[in-house]
């Protein structure tokens, strides 16, 4: 089974903190997708990353996938009482299967 | 525009009990999967299927079985209920490998 380390687990900021969130394996991904869950739902995804070094802006996120496609980050600036969330990395598969981190939940305080 | 529904939302089963969960989508993919969310665990993944006539299992198949007779269709069958498949039960969707899955809404199961 290939293990994807998320960090942190949790995580509680004051509204404009920036904060960085982790995903780091010892295999190689054909991609990396980052989802974010809200209470009650399914996940939703932000992004999807494919190139080793790939750099993908959504607003106040930056989402990195590794030179070696083994691990990715999410940067958040500014952080907003909306971004509480819980945030998933998700490694892909050609052959569709995704194995998924245990999530940082992520909770801004006004 | 319905994606993936998931049926029931919520169900209390007793111990030995059995139980379909259903889930059906309406954007052709080929590939659905089943997954279970347990508190610091993740998503784990339970069976998935790359197309109708195909399943297989994943990384926690113990306890559950699937079929998938159509495209649009993949039930999750729970045959003896457990305390320790109590859970949020995800079906997701995918239509191309390494792009989005679509997830349903999750059954919230708890078995007594």
């Known amino acids: 089974t290939q293990l994807l380390e998320q960090s942190p687990q949790f995580l509680s900021i004051q509204e404009g903190e920036n904060l960085t969130v982790y995903c780091n394996s010892s295999?190689?991904?054909?991609?990396l997708q980052w989802y974010r869950q809200e209470p009650g739902e399914g996940p939703v995804l932000l992004v999807t990353?494919?190139?080793?070094?790939e750099v993908k802006k959504l607003k106040r996120l930056t989402f990195q996938f590794g030179d070696a496609r083994k691990d990715s980050s999410l940067h958040i600036t500014a952080a907003q009482p909306g971004d509480t969330g819980l945030y998933l990395c998700a490694g892909g598969r050609d052959n569709y299967k995704l194995t998924f981190g245990k999530g940082t939940l992520l909770t801004v305080n006004p | 525009n319905a994606g993936v529904t998931q049926t029931p939302k919520f169900q209390v089963l007793k111990t030995g009990q059995s139980m379909t969960l259903q889930c059906a989508q309406d954007m052709n993919h080929e590939y659905m999967s089943w997954y279970r969310q347990d508190p610091g665990m993740g998503l784990r993944l339970i069976h998935y299927s790359v197309g109708a006539g195909i399943t297989d299992q994943g990384e926690v198949p113990n306890g559950y079985n699937v079929s998938r007779s159509t495209t649009e269709d993949f039930p999750l069958r729970l045959l003896s209920a457990a305390p320790s498949q109590t859970s949020v039960y995800f079906c997701a969707s995918t239509g191309t490998a390494n792009t989005e899955a679509f997830f349903g809404q999750g059954t919230r199961l708890t078995v007594v």
């Open positions: 990353v494919v190139t080793g070094g």
């Open positions: 295999s190689v991904f054909s991609s």
